[in-house]
């Protein structure tokens, strides 16, 4: 069973930062490559960054440079360090392994 678990969201204020991290089971976690996505309310799910099985990373226009997605192999964990975060990063962050994906992790930024 795959199972894919969300954890540090949390209330930040804009300018501040947060660490996301996704613990993956059930799958061979190094063939995959790893996604971040996130929905803010009443708007369509949109990705935030991907890193794929060589490391290479992609990013949305929006987070490009201060947001940093990285993958621990040995620990089946995928995470994304968010700085410089906006009211606009509100969301709920899902993290996700082709059609999988987790329940998701709020993040709320304070104005």
């Known amino acids: 069973q795959v199972r894919l678990v969300e954890s540090g969201g949390g209330l930040v204020p804009a300018g501040g930062s947060l660490r996301l991290s996704c613990a993956a089971s059930?799958?061979?976690?190094?063939?995959?490559?790893m996604g971040w996505y996130r929905q803010a309310p009443g708007k369509q799910r949109e990705l935030v960054a991907i890193?794929?099985?060589?490391?290479?990373?992609t990013y949305a226009e929006s987070v490009k440079g201060r947001f940093t997605i990285s993958r621990d192999n040995a620990k089946s964990t995928v995470s994304l360090q968010m700085n410089s975060l906006k009211f606009e990063d509100t969301a709920v962050y899902y993290c996700?392994?082709?059609?999988?994906w987790g329940k998701g992790t709020l993040v709320t930024v304070s104005s």
């Open positions: 059930g799958i061979y976690f190094r063939a995959y490559s």
């Open positions: 890193i794929t099985t060589g490391g290479a990373r």
């Open positions: 996700n392994a082709n059609e999988n």
